[in-house]
Every structure is written in C-alpha cells, then in structure tokens.
C-alpha cells in the first residue's frame, strides 16, 4: 500500500518532480478505489457500465445531468418530491394516468412515453433499435447485453439521452403552463438536440431555442373583450 502510495504522489524526475503530490493521479486513484454505487434492477457489475455511461464524451453537459439524475433516481419527478414533502401527491400529471410518477414511469411506463418511444423508432433514428429490442435498462441507463461498436453507441446513446430530455421537457411544461406537447413535436425536439450535440461533439454548448407546438389545456373560457377595443388590446399574440 505505501509503495503504491509512493508510486502515485511521486512524479517521475526525468519530468521535474521532487516529491511532488501529483494530484491528478492522487484523486484519480481515489477514484478507482471508491466501492461502485449500485443502481437498482441491475446485475453484479452492470452498474460500473451505468456510470461510465453517465459522463460518456458524446453527451453535452446537460444529458449527462440528466443522466445522472436518472442513474440515482433523483429526478423532480412527483414520487421524490413527494416523498420528500415538496408534492402534494405522488401521481403522473399526464391526463387520465394516475400512477405513481417515478423516474422509470416518466420515461418509460407511462402511455406518453410509449408513444414517444413507439413514433421515435429506427426510421427516424438511424442508431435507435426497433421499438421490440428497446428495454427499460437500454433506455434508462444505456446497459444492453447486445454488444455494438464504440462509435455506433455513442450515437445510440445520444439519441437516448436526447428523447429522455424532450420527454422530460415536454412534461415540465405540461406541469408549469399546462401545455400538452403531441408526441411529433416531442420527437422533433430530441431530433434537433441530437443534430446540434453531434456536431458540438459532446463539448459544452448552448442549447438550441426550440420552437414548440402545443395544445394548451385552459382551466376556464377566456373573457369576451369589452366593445370597441382593437385587436392592439390582446396581451398575447400569436405570431
């Protein structure tokens, strides 16, 4: 142990080093002597797979939060915030659902995620699997026991991670502006995260402004305009 230790916090003289701590190397070490967390549902050894995959390069940084929080199940969705005391209650906002909303039932159980998932398919996709082959651990954490080139689930993944975050977004605004977003529009704006994060090449960028199509879910009729006012009186215009 203390030979290791000398071997890690020592740099090599040729390069200049005196005894000097290499941190890098250090926290690095640290790193890999660190117990692997697991991820519930998954096999001896899979979870390594499922953090490698979490800060896997083809990912811009906000997939790999994404990723991340779905890795440890900490999503917002309802059941952690109610389980936490920041929900009222733990069911799915989506109309006429009513399970429980958890990470797993968001993107992939609930009948909105199934359609996404279903209308996304190969076609649209070229590195999606058929809608057959998809599985709740290939979409959730990218672990498969179908082996594929480095390269190709390096798009794979990507387009995963893509639709997890429209669907996520798509739900959000469900939630907040009680926009209901038809799955078409929610497989467009995976499709347009996919096409700018491959060619930034995984490095940190700006997300693209997206252009929603929505149908809104009004709570009342709005209210007749008084007589004599001009459409210069609405407060939101369509444009």
Known sequence: MEKLKRAIMKKRKEKGGKDVPDLHLFLGARAASQPVSPVRGLALGEPS???????HPALPNRLRDLSWMVAHEILPVRS????RGMAAHATCPRPGCGAPESVRH????CS???????MAGSLKFPYLPARE?????????????????????????????????????????????????????????????????????????????????????????????????GSSGLALRVR
């Open 133 to 229: 082959v998809l599985t709740a651990q290939l979409v959730l954490y990218g672990v498969s026991p179908t082996v594929i080139p480095p390269k190709d689930f390096a798009k794979q993944w990507l387009t995963l991670a893509a639709i997890k975050d429209a669907t996520w977004t798509s739900r959000n605004l469900l939630v907040r502006k009680h926009m209901q977003i038809p799955p078409v529009a929610v497989i467009r704006m995976a499709a347009a995260m996919v096409q700018v994060a491959g060619t930034a090449g995984g490095r940190p960028r700006t997300p693209p402004q997206r252009r929603i199509a929505s149908v809104p879910i009004r709570t009342k009729e709005p209210e007749l305009h008084s007589k004599g006012q």
């Open 112 to 118: 909105a995620a199934k359609d996404q998932w279903a």
């Open 80 to 83: 952690v915030m109610h389980s």
């Open 49 to 55: 797979t499922v953090w490698r995959n979490v800060n």
């Open 106 to 109: 968001l993107l992939w159980e």
